[in-house]
């Protein structure tokens, strides 16, 4: 019966995405890689949800609540600033430059060169990173649900192959031969049924704590765990509450206002006034993103106790135990569908940053559109097998899977983040000026947290031991607070490079002011309860700290 309804949902889904192509013009470069610029908002704020609502979130954040209760929730609330920003001040510029890709307003306001530097760190992050572990932390939820190891005989490692190649081949068959319509389309319906199965996990996790009374089971779950209902995280905690005001909202605004794998879906908005109000409907959904992907890691730690082989095992381990096996089925089709669409949608940018930003600009600049389109789906081939044979090797990564994804993430999203905000700011901080930013904002930020903090913290672990302390907990302790949270550190280094730039464009400033021209693609006439809307999701995040804290 699970099998028959995973079965069924998956392709109901892609049933309607192909369909809901058919009307799309891909032999042109917008009609493939912005689906003609025809979503509405209802689409882009699906397609946005869902982009980002995968298993590296599910799995990996209800894997850190398990471990350390709601305050991990800063990474979906906080989402929800991010996005009203990203509608109010950054989507309107990239409209009016009727933009594709991130990386094309960096050649306008600076040169080819940083369009270039940019165009590679995305790619770079997202076949050796966020592919990955999307794949793993997929994987690992699918083989634990429908124990593939005890059903094909096999050892986790090897299911773990075997569903990371499945979920592979499908999501590339999605993104490079469906173009971005396929991907929104099916986005869109499979966050309607991600909404309503992410929500019956908490449902009947809470019913089974209750003895079928789902606020009883609240009141039991507050009374035995209190610790895990506090906001403000503990300076050992993943998430310190000090960095909310430091790197935290760096690393969300660099995500929903810059990384091209998300902004796509809000530069394919039929106009701005669509893009503004899909944007601002996914930040209020995203507000209630704690119930998914907060909630049932601390229903799985009252359940399963704290004793598990790894945190990331809490979600796909309650899905398990609370569903019936019919829904099981259903749930599974549409976690497999979340898989897809983070897969898909970064892969699909991938081919999107290559075909434009590399192949029309270097390989083949006289190629027709059709000869581009084909090439970027060859191109998406390769990264796909790359991203493939890389994905089982994430099981070995630190800090669990959404703690490893965020630190490794800052190697080139702070640094992209910088040139972007100075180029909008600014009018004569020159190209150069961009270039240094970014390359020194990488390495700057590699050397900090692969090669100095575990020096320092070893250094910090071996002196605790010399004064005689010898307790395992004391020593991580110790280690962890021997050097600044990575979330401190990215604050540092914007800092650090915004004044770097501003210096060069003091010195050797451009010799024109930038003006940002408006292409006229799409209408940008806002959203006209842009600013009483915006304000509103700012004051429901901002209550719901207040109350937990």
């Not at 397609?47 to 209760?69: D, F, H, K, M, R």
């Not at 173009?179 to 996790?205: C, E, Q, R, W, Y």
């Not at 640094?415 to 004569?428: F, N, Q």
């Amino acid at each position: 019966m699970a099998i028959l309804s995973f079965v069924g949902f998956t392709l109901l889904v892609a049933i309607i995405a192909y369909f809901a192509t058919k009307k799309t013009n891909e032999s042109t470069s917008d009609g493939y890689f912005l689906g003609g610029r025809s979503l509405t908002a209802g689409v882009v704020a699906g397609s946005l949800l869902l982009t980002n609502l995968s298993t590296e979130q599910i799995v990996g954040l209800n894997g850190s609540a398990y471990s350390e209760g709601i305050s991990v929730m800063a990474w979906e609330t906080l989402a929800a600033l991010a996005m009203v920003v990203t509608a109010i001040f950054l989507l309107p510029k990239y409209l009016k430059g009727g933009l594709t890709t991130v990386p094309q307003f960096l050649e306008t306001r600076y040169d080819k060169g940083t369009k270039t530097i940019a165009s590679g760190l995305f790619l770079l992050g997202y076949v050796v990173i966020f592919l990955p572990i999307v794949l793993y932390s997929g994987s690992l939820a699918i083989s634990t649900m429908f124990n593939i190891p005890e059903l094909l005989g096999v050892s986790l490692g090897t299911s773990i192959w075997i569903c990371v190649w499945g979920i592979g081949i499908i999501g590339s068959i999605y993104a490079i031969f469906g173009g971005l319509k396929a991907v929104a389309v099916s986005d869109t319906v499979n966050a309607i049924g991600l909404l309503i199965g992410g929500l019956m996990i908490p449902v009947f996790g809470l019913m089974l704590i209750g003895d079928g009374s789902v606020t009883d089971g609240i009141s039991t779950l507050v009374a035995e765990a209190p610790e895990k209902f506090k906001s403000m995280g503990g300076p050992t905690n993943s998430v310190p509450f000090s960095t909310i005001f430091t790197g935290m909202m760096l690393v969300q605004l660099f995500y929903w206002g810059t990384n091209q794998a998300i902004i796509q879906r809000a530069l394919a908005a039929k106009n701005l006034k669509e893009g503004q109000k899909g944007l601002l409907l996914a930040a209020f959904i995203k507000i209630l993103g704690p119930l998914i992907v907060v909630l049932p890691g601390i229903i799985a730690y009252y359940i399963f106790g704290p004793d598990l082989e790894t945190p990331d095992q809490a979600y796909p381990l309650l899905v398990n135990k609370v569903l019936p096996t019919a829904l099981l089925g259903f749930f599974a089709a549409v976690l497999f569908g979340a898989i897809l669409s983070s897969f898909n949608s970064a892969l699909n940018s991938s081919v999107t940053l290559f075909s434009i930003d590399f192949y029309k600009e270097y390989i083949n600049k006289e190629a027709s559109e059709i000869t581009v389109i084909k090439n970027g789906k060859y191109f998406g081939i390769v990264l796909a097998i790359a991203a493939m044979l890389i994905a089982p090797f994430i099981a070995n990564a630190p800090n669990g899977l959404f703690g490893y994804l965020q630190e490794v993430n800052g190697c080139y999203s702070i640094p992209i983040l910088t040139i972007i905000v100075v180029g909008y700011t600014t009018k004569r901080v020159p190209a150069i000026a961009a270039k240094v930013g970014i390359i020194s904002g990488c390495v700057l930020y590699i050397i900090s947290q692969f090669i100095v903090k575990p020096l320092v913290a070893s250094n910090a672990i071996e002196a605790a031991k010399a004064s005689g302390i010898t307790d395992a907990d004391k020593l991580a302790e110790i280690g962890t607070l021997a050097y600044p949270h990575y979330l401190h550190v990215m604050a540092i280094l914007f800092v650090i490079n915004i004044i770097i730039m501003l210096i060069i464009g003091k010195i050797a400033p451009r010799e024109t002011d930038f003006e940002l021209e408006y292409t006229q693609k799409v209408s940008i006439e806002p959203y006209k309860y842009l600013i009483p809307v915006g304000v509103a999701i700012c004051l429901m995040v901002i209550g719901i700290y207040a109350y937990f804290a």
